[in-house]
Structure formats: C-alpha cells, structure tokens
C-alpha cells in the first residue's frame, strides 16, 4: 500500500492550502483516513480524521478553519486549510487504517510565513 500525499508548500498568515493524499495498492477496505502533524520539536499531533461513513473528528484548534473530505471511489482524503497561521508550519502526514492494517504517508511540508 502506497499513499502519495500533494498539495504542501509556503503560504502567506491568513492563506490556504489543500493536501491531498492518494492511496493505492492491495486496498480492499479503508475504515479511517486521516491527518496528523508534527512540528519541529513537537510530537506528532491528530489534525482530523473521517471514518468510511463520513463521520469527522477535528482538532480544537483547527476547528473552523480545517475541513477534511474523501472520496472513496479514488481512495482519496483531502484537508482543506483555510485562515493558516504561522504555528500551523509543520509536516503533514496522511494515515489510513485499513482492513490490512494501518499505513503513514511520507508527510508534504506547509510552512506559513510571511
């Protein structure tokens, strides 16, 4: 199972970004996909996560300004970042849990400066 994740790079305070990050591979099932973060010096923290039935879950903080999506016919989640803020700069990491187990992504970079 590969995941390839895209849509990271430098952004301006108040921008947005939309990652996105493919799965592909022996797949029968996806339960749960999912983005965690780790910034530099900090552990890797849950950003959201959707369940196959679309239930989602968000982080406090990005509450408002994230929104998680997919789309299972291309085994695909999405999170769009909107209002970013200078302490949303870390790497993203795509997961998924699947019926064989759970699979990271290798991360995208979003770093928000000015």
């Known amino acids: 199972v590969q995941l390839e994740e895209s849509g990271g790079g430098l952004v301006q305070p108040g921008g947005s970004l939309r990652l996105s990050c493919a799965a592909s591979?022996?797949?029968?099932?996806?339960?749960?996909m999912g983005w965690f973060r780790q910034a530099p010096g900090k552990k890797r923290e849950l950003v959201a996560s959707?369940?196959?039935?679309?239930?989602?879950d968000i982080a406090d903080s990005m509450k408002g300004r994230f929104t998680i999506s997919r789309d299972n016919a291309k085994n695909t989640v999405y999170l769009q970042m909107n209002s970013l803020k200078p302490e949303d700069t870390a790497v993203y990491y795509c997961k998924i849990l699947g019926v064989t187990g759970a699979y990271w992504g290798r991360g995208t970079q979003v770093t928000v400066s000015s």
């Open positions: 959707i369940t196959s039935g679309g239930s989602t």
């Open positions: 591979g022996s797949i029968f099932k996806i339960y749960t």
